[in-house]
């Protein structure tokens, strides 16, 4: 159930937490203070990435005792899997910032999966791109991403607790985080708006009672 942060680096090879690429593990599960950041490694996790991954959703339902008569948002146990976006949409490093702006206004969405050698490395969202544009007007619109160190980003199984998930994006900071499956592969992304949808949501079924 544990979730993952990767640090701020260049979209060099993949950046996703994955125990078998040898980088250095540190989970960011509980809410703690994180580690000073190094762009050259990225903070995953252990072992339980693939343990939590492979336990499949009856054995967190046991583990949470999900209520299954309570409204979605105030379960014990929300799996992230019920509430993220299976759209994906994603631009190869080589891409240039101009370029992400542009395939974000062309889909309708605020955050992009980045890739280098047809791995994930990177997520980005509108607001960061149009801060470093503000901050670093010099290079501009035709920078490309290669050479551009990329946020830190969160990355949640499918069986992650959509409230711890809603937590740890509180405490970084984040607007969004990338749901990767056993195989890690990305398979959807959770973003603030879905939350806001799934409170909503509750609202309105609460008024009409």
């Known amino acids: 159930m544990s979730i993952f942060?990767?640090?701020p680096g260049r979209p060099v090879?993949?950046?996703l937490p994955e125990v078998f690429r040898g980088r250095r593990v540190g989970d960011?599960?509980?809410l703690s203070e994180s580690p000073s950041i190094s762009p050259s490694h990225s903070d995953v996790t252990d072992a339980e990435f693939q343990q939590a991954a492979n336990s499949g959703r009856h054995r967190a339902?046991?583990?949470y005792g999900a209520a299954a008569g309570e409204p979605r948002?105030?379960?014990a146990y929300l799996p992230v899997s019920t509430i993220c976006s299976r759209a994906l949409y994603s631009l190869p490093a080589s891409s240039t910032i101009s370029d992400a702006l542009t395939s974000m206004e062309e889909h309708g969405v605020h955050h992009l999966v980045i890739t280098a050698e047809d791995h994930v490395a990177g997520l980005v969202d509108l607001r960061w791109l149009l801060s470093?544009?503000?901050t670093n007007p010099a290079e501009g619109l035709n920078q490309s991403m290669v050479y551009v160190?990329?946020?830190a980003f969160l990355t949640a199984s499918p069986e992650t607790d959509a409230h711890q998930l809603a937590r740890l994006m509180l405490a970084h900071q984040l607007s969004a985080a990338l749901v990767v499956d056993a195989g890690g592969e990305p398979s959807g992304i959770v973003t603030s708006t879905d939350y806001l949808k799934l409170y909503a949501s509750t609202s309105r079924h609460e008024g009409a009672v």
Request: aromatic share 4%.
């Open 5 to 7: 942060v990767s640090e």
């Open 13 to 15: 090879g993949t950046r």
């Open 28 to 30: 960011v599960t509980e």
């Open 61 to 63: 339902l046991e583990e």
């Open 73 to 75: 948002s105030q379960r």
């Open 132 to 134: 470093w544009l503000h």
């Open 149 to 151: 160190e990329l946020p």
